[in-house]
C-alpha cells in the first residue's frame, strides 16, 4: 500500500537545473529513509543520493557538490535539487523508502526523466 510518485523531471540544457520531488503515502507517524537512484539506458541502477531518518545524508561522487537532497516531514517528501546538470546526469531517477510498521520493506517510485543537453 506505499505509493512514491516522483515529479520534477524534464529537459534542461548542461549547466541548467532541476528539482525532482518524491511524494510517500501509505505511512505515518515513523520515521523512514528516503533516497534517490538513478538508471541511464543500457546501465545498472546507480546511488545518487541518501537522507537518512537521522538527518544526515550522502551522496554519490558524481553528484557532491552539485546535487541536495531534502525531505518535507510533514508531507512525507523528499527532494532532488540538482544544479549544473552534465550531459551524463542523463537517466531516469527512481525514489526509494523503506517505509515502517506493517508496511516496512523496500518500495520504488516509477520514475521521472532527466535528461541534459549538450
Known amino acids: 500500500q506505499v505509493q512514491l510518485v516522483e515529479s520534477g523531471g524534464g529537459s534542461v540544457q548542461a549547466g541548467g537545473s532541476l528539482r525532482l520531488s518524491c511524494a510517500a503515502s501509505?505511512?505515518?507517524?515513523?520515521?523512514?529513509?528516503m533516497s534517490w537512484y538513478r538508471q541511464a539506458p543500457g546501465k545498472e541502477r546507480e546511488f545518487v543520493a541518501i537522507r537518512y531518518s537521522s538527518g544526515n545524508t550522502d551522496y554519490a561522487g558524481t553528484v557532491k557538490g552539485r546535487f541536495t537532497i531534502s525531505q518535507d516531514n510533514a508531507k512525507n517528501t523528499v527532494y532532488l535539487q540538482m544544479n549544473n546538470l552534465k550531459p551524463e546526469d542523463t537517466a531516469l531517477y527512481y525514489c526509494k523508502t523503506t517505509g515502517c510498521g506493517i508496511r516496512r520493506g523496500i518500495y520504488w517510485g516509477q520514475g521521472t526523466q532527466v535528461t541534459v543537453s549538450s
Open positions: 501509505g505511512y505515518t507517524n515513523c520515521r523512514v529513509e
